[in-house]
Every structure is written in C-alpha cells, then in structure tokens.
C-alpha cells in the first residue's frame, strides 16, 4: 500500500529535550516536505527536500533541522524544542514538480507534539 | 510572494445543499496549480481536487468542482448535494510550477453539513 508514514502519532516533551520525528514513504518520490499546522494559521512549511541531499526552508524553518540521506526517509529534528513548537506536523511527498503533471501531496497521519 | 486567501472561516449547511467555498490567491507567476484538500476529524489530509493554471476548463470530481477564474486569481469549491461526511476543514493551496515547489496553504475553512 502507498502510504507516508510518521512516528511518532503523539509526543509530549519538555523544552530543551531534543527530539527526531521520523517520515518515511513508499512511493520512490523525489518531493518531500514538512508542515505545522496551528489554529487559525493553516498548514506552513517547515522545509522541503527535492532529492536526496537537497533540503531548502520553508515558510517557518527556525528551530528546525531535516536531513534527506535517503529517498523514503526525510525526519524532522528539533534540537532544542520549545513550547512554541507545540503543534500538529504533517510530513507529505510527491513526485517532482518539474514535470506535468503535477502532484498531489501525499501526507502522512500527522504527529501531535506538545512541548511543556 | 504568493499568498492564498480564504475569506470564511467557517460555514454550516443543510445535508444535500450546494455550498461555495471560496479562495483567492495572489501571484506573479503563470504556470502553477492550485489544490482543494480536506482534513476530516481524522486530521488526515485528503486531496479533494486539483486545477492546472493553464487549463481553461474548470476541474470536476464527482460531486466536487471548481469555478476557476485566472485572471480574477479565483478558485471556489463547489460542493453538490452535500453529505455529512463532507464535515471538514477544507484548505485551498498553490504551488508554483519551477524549482522549488514550494507549496502555500490557506488557513482553512471549517465546514459543518447539518442533518
């Protein structure tokens, strides 16, 4: 089955603890991305990776490190998590988008993260 | 910078009516694509529908469509014959065609269909 994957679904955490949400996909895409999603705010990006070894920020990257070593896996690190980042986050992939057509982004179940 | 806009917060209709989403965006660009996706109470995120900026012809997908309108930088849902299980939040979003494939999303509307 296609899917994205995330781990963990929930985590509660103290400030400072540093801490890795893993993202994996089967689907051999190129696009990899991580969002926030807060009330009233919507979804913003945190960063994207268009292959392996290439990683650009988002709309919202402080505080916030990836690494792409390899095509299915993009996780998201918080060295030294704040209250601030208390939030739902969403890792999504898709096929490139330099090409048509273009691409729905398949999204992982989310990772609700509260940091106290 | 691209922005999207989604003047409703939030909206209730009665089962089995039309309701209108609505969604503007702004940008320089010409070649892009433009997303309606859906996030249940599951918070899963559903892609709804997807319209290309230089196709003309507006996008259908059974009972969802949408009234594109590139020149006025519009882009509403339409929802026939609504179900309860199209209680969502629904999120407009764009993406540039080119290099970085940044995606950008509205805040959201929250949408209620009534029994």
């Known amino acids: 089955e296609a899917q994205v994957t995330q781990n963990p679904r929930y985590l509660i955490t103290v400030t400072g603890k540093k801490l890795t949400v893993t993202c994996s996909q089967n689907?051999?895409?190129?696009?990899m991305s991580w969002y926030r999603q807060d009330p009233g705010l919507g979804l913003r990006q945190i960063y994207y990776?268009?292959?392996?070894?290439?990683?650009d920020k988002g709309d919202v990257p402080e505080g916030y490190k990836v690494s792409r070593k390899e095509k299915r896996n993009f996780p998201l690190i918080l060295e030294s998590p704040s209250p601030n980042q208390t939030s739902l986050y969403f890792c999504?992939?898709?096929?490139?988008?330099?090409?048509?057509?273009?691409?729905?982004?398949?999204f992982g179940p989310g990772t609700r993260l509260t940091v106290t | 910078a691209q922005t999207v806009t989604q003047s409703q917060p939030e909206m209730s209709v009665q089962e089995a009516e039309t309701v209108t989403l609505s969604c503007t965006y702004d940008?320089?660009?010409?070649?892009?694509?433009l997303f309606w996706y859906k996030q249940p109470p599951s918070r899963q995120m559903i892609l709804v529908i997807r319209?290309?900026?230089?196709?003309?012809q507006n996008a259908t997908e059974n009972r969802f469509s949408v009234n594109f309108q590139k020149a006025a930088k519009s882009f509403s849902l339409k929802i026939s014959d609504s179900q309860l299980g199209d209680t969502a939040m629904y999120f407009c979003?764009?993406?540039?065609?080119?290099?970085?494939?940044?995606?950008?999303f509205g805040k959201g509307t929250r949408l209620h269909i009534l029994p």
């Open positions: 999504a992939s898709s096929l490139s988008g330099h090409t048509d057509p273009a691409y729905e982004q398949y």
């Open positions: 689907m051999n895409h190129e696009y």
């Open positions: 990776s268009m292959n392996v070894e290439v990683t």
């Open positions: 940008t320089s660009e010409n070649n892009y694509y």
């Open positions: 319209q290309e900026a230089y196709k003309q």
């Open positions: 979003a764009f993406m540039k065609r080119g290099r970085d494939d940044k995606i950008i």
